[in-house]
């Protein structure tokens, strides 16, 4: 299986920061990597797709790049409401794998 | 509007089978993917399995391969996970989210979850 190794796994920002989330594929997945948030007790909401296409009604400040085996997701200037949890997973090949989740903290 | 409306919470003992589902609404159910994914109390997500409705082709992790059984009815555009004989380690949240080729096979809609709890 395709492992993926999210990092850092914690981070502590503040209104206004521009934060970096990374992940690393154990083989190349082309481009097949989505980023998703998720907020304490709901389900998780799909921000980036194909690794770099922000999905229709997230807002312009997440953005995502990389291919092969490494990932990037960017949001340019932290709002309140981006304090949450951030996952990436490889859809490129089953069984499909998240990565271990980023907890972005205050 | 596209809907995937999961059952509610379920508290089993352990031994017992379960049945959960994921109805879905507003777009057509045999040309995406329902795929069912796990959060266990405090932890990040797992990909258990997915279901093609269309034809029925299922792919499941090795992880749940054998664990659980994933399905579906065509006639009420409804997905399912299932248990024959639970665990207390199957107390988790539960996840359906539908996903197709059309945005690179991300998952785009999801369920609200269904809280599983298993208990002596």
């Known amino acids: 299986a395709i492992q993926m190794t999210q990092s850092p796994s914690s981070l502590s920002a503040s209104v206004g920061d521009r934060v970096t989330i990374t992940c690393r594929a154990s083989q190349g997945i082309r481009n097949d990597l989505g980023w998703y948030q998720q907020k304490p007790g709901k389900a998780p909401n799909l921000l980036i797709y194909?690794?770099?296409t922000l999905q229709s009604g997230v807002p312009s400040r997440f953005s995502g790049s990389g291919s092969g085996t490494d990932f990037t997701l960017t949001i340019s200037s932290l709002q309140p409401e981006d304090f949450a949890t951030y996952y990436c997973?490889?859809?490129?090949?089953?069984?499909?794998?998240f990565g271990q989740g980023t907890k972005l903290e205050i | 509007e596209v809907h995937l409306v999961q059952s509610g919470a379920e508290l089993k003992k352990p031994g017992e089978s379960l049945k959960i589902s994921c109805k879905t609404s507003g777009y057509i159910f045999t040309i995406y993917w329902i795929a069912w994914v796990r959060q266990m109390p405090g932890k990040g997500l797992e990909w258990m399995g997915s279901f093609y409705p269309g034809d029925s082709d299922t792919t499941y992790s090795p992880s749940f391969q054998g664990q659980v059984t994933i399905s579906a009815d065509k006639s009420v555009t409804t997905a399912y996970l299932q248990w024959s004989s639970l665990k207390a380690s199957d107390t988790a949240k539960y996840y359906c989210?539908?996903?197709?080729?059309?945005?690179?096979?991300?998952?785009?809609?999801w369920g609200q979850g269904t809280m599983v709890t298993v208990s002596s």
């Open positions: 997973l490889q859809d490129y090949d089953y069984p499909y794998t």
């Open positions: 194909a690794a770099s």
């Open positions: 989210a539908r996903h197709s080729e059309v945005l690179g096979n991300a998952f785009d809609i």
